[in-house]
Every structure is written in C-alpha cells, then in structure tokens.
C-alpha cells in the first residue's frame, strides 16, 4: 500500500511513518516542517527506497493536489495538526487554520483526487484525532466511540471540528473514512514542550518540574510505538466509517507520573538528591480537564490490537532514550516558546 501521511515528521506521525516502511508499505511523508517538526525523527528511513518526503502546508490547496496527483496514495492518514494545549490558549488562531481550515482543504483535494481515481472502494482517509473532544470525566466513566463531544479548549474544539468535517465528507460525498481518537502519547522524539519530557529534561538540568494545580488530572498514557501499529490496523482492516478510540489502559495522576520519571532517573542517573525535590506546582492552566479515560474494546474486539507496553515499561524506555539522544532534544530547546510558561490565559 502506498500512504500519504500529513505530520510525518512530528511525534506521531513520524512514529506511524517508521512503522509503515517496516511493514513494507511505501510512504510519501508530507509537512510543513512547523516548529514542532523534526526531519530528524524519520532520519532511520530517509533513504529507503520507499520513502519520499515532500515540505508542504495541508492548506495548500494546489501542492496537495499536485502531491496526490504524483504519487497516486492508496491511502492518506491524516496527522498534521496544531495540538500543544498551552499554546492554543495563547494563540487560538493557528490551531483554527492547521486543524480545521488545514482538514477542510484536505479533505478537498483527497476528494478530488479519490473521483478522478473512478472512486476505489479500496481506497481509506484516516483522520488521527485525540480523546480531547470528549471533554473532561469524573471519578469514574470511559470514553467511548459514541460518547458526546465537549471540547474544552482551542485545541479541543479544533479538534473535534476536523473530525466532524471528515463525517460530514463522508456522509454527503460518499469519501471512504475511517476515524481514530487517541489518549495521551509519551515515548522517543516527544517534542520537549509536552509533560514527559519536561520532567526528564527539567529534572536533568536541575530545574524546577513545575505540576499544574494539585497534579490531581488523570490521564490515559499511551506508548507512541504501540499507537502507530494501532493506527496501521485501523487503516488496513477498519470498517469504512468507523471510529476506534485507542488508549494504553494506563490512568494515572500528572502528579504520580511525575515521581514515577524521578523514580527511574534516580536510578539511571543519580543525582545528589532525589529528583522528586525538584517538582513545584504552579498556577492551573484555564478550563484544565480533570480525568481522561479510553474504553478501547471495540479496536480489540473488531481489530485485534491491544497495547504492548505496560506504563512502567514504556517509562523506562523513554528516559533511556532521552539520556542517550541528548543531541536531538538540545537543538530543539531552542525553538519558540520551548521551556517558557504558556497557557495563562492572560
């Protein structure tokens, strides 16, 4: 299967991208190569045969259009998107044209190419989305694929217009989509913005780890490397239509994660004191959901996967691979906005 991933060279998209050449398909890799970018996260299958990379903005109508045209995707996993939440509530308006305006245009362009192809009914539009739209749990409760939207934040209500475009191209123009809403990813080449790696690279420079609040949101933590062979099941045997939340069967408070990474530093590489000492709860950031939860059976049950990798482990390969890719994490760290507070609202 030849696939256009939108976002191969950020987080996710990079992970899905590696897992897609070893699983012998080929992949034409397409990003706008934003700040939260890295081309060195694909650096392993840059010069496969079946790679190719194209720098492109998914609101470029007329590059898609030549892209699709070029390379002729049996699929497009769409994953470019605008996600950090802190910087959707400093600035909403880039999260408004990469998620919404971005998807519409992709959708677009897909389906123009996807009519001049005679309409294959092989042929998929995955959307990647995240278990934010469904907005924030109590104590108790799952969510699942029917659960009612309420997106709490820019990023969230961008979100959850993406996936209510793909349904509505779907439903009025027949576009043959699948859809997929994740927990929350740690693993290799996080972007050093997001919570795991600040704890790891805070706690590395002797910093403060700041927790917002109590620490008390509860998250369901997902291994990168399982999502992106999660996201390669759904495209290849989802059914047209279909949803699939995917998440790790790992909840967790923010704030016994934290001491779980200063736990494991500790041991692989002590310091003069227990990194714990070094956590500093801060000002909550605005409308900050308190506990997100994943029922994924319906993947398990109709797909087959399940995730591999238990928290602790997953933990324990990330800080490895932090302390032995001190090189790639430096040169992101100085990129905008890296290790400054965002998301205050003010």
């Known amino acids: 299967m030849k696939i256009l991933v939108t976002g191969g060279a950020g987080f996710i998209g990079s992970a899905v991208v590696r897992h897609a050449i070893a699983q012998g398909h080929r992949v034409v890799n397409l990003d706008a ?15 496969h045969p079946d790679y190719a990379f194209v720098q492109a903005n998914i609101r470029d109508r007329a590059t898609l259009d030549n892209v699709l045209a070029t390379h ?44 001049t192809q005679g309409k294959p009914d092989h042929f998929r539009f995955h959307h990647v989305s995240t278990d934010e739209v ?5 104590a108790t409760g799952l969510f699942t694929e029917d659960s009612p939207y309420d997106p709490r934040s820019p990023y969230s209500a961008s979100k959850a217009a993406s996936d209510h475009l793909v349904r509505a191209w779907a439903e009025t123009y027949g576009l043959p989509v699948v859809l997929s809403n994740c927990s929350n990813n740690y693993g290799p080449f996080h972007f050093p913005e ?58 967790v408070r923010n704030i016994d994660l934290v001491r779980m990474i200063c736990a494991l530093l500790d041991e692989m590489r002590p310091g003069a004191a227990p ?72």
């Open 33 to 47: 190569l934003t700040y939260a970018a890295c081309l060195d996260n694909v650096a392993s299958v840059a010069d």
């Open 72 to 115: 002729a995707p049996d699929a497009v996993m769409h994953l470019a998107a605008e996600s950090h939440v802190d910087r959707s509530i400093d600035g909403p308006s880039a999260f408004i044209e990469t998620n919404i305006t971005g998807t519409y245009t992709l959708l677009e362009a897909t389906r123009a190419y996807w009519t």
């Open 134 to 138: 469904f907005g924030s749990l109590g």
């Open 194 to 251: 997001k919570l795991v790696p600040v704890v790891i690279l805070n706690a590395l420079a002797g910093k403060p780890i700041p927790i917002y609040g109590a620490g008390e949101n509860v998250r369901d933590w997902l291994y990168v490397e399982d999502h992106a062979e999660a996201l390669l099941a759904v495209l290849a045997k989802g059914a047209q239509g279909r949803s699939y939340n995917i998440g790790g069967h790992n909840e």
């Open 275 to 346: 990194y714990a000492n070094l956590i500093e709860f801060v000002t909550d950031r605005p409308g900050h959901d308190a506990r997100y939860a994943i029922d994924a059976s319906r993947i398990g049950d109709e797909l087959g996967w399940v995730p591999s990798v238990t928290l602790e482990e997953g933990l324990r390969k990330t800080v490895a691979w932090y302390l032995e890719n001190e090189t790639w994490w430096r040169a992101l760290q100085a990129r905008p906005g890296v290790g400054a507070r965002l998301g205050l609202g003010a």
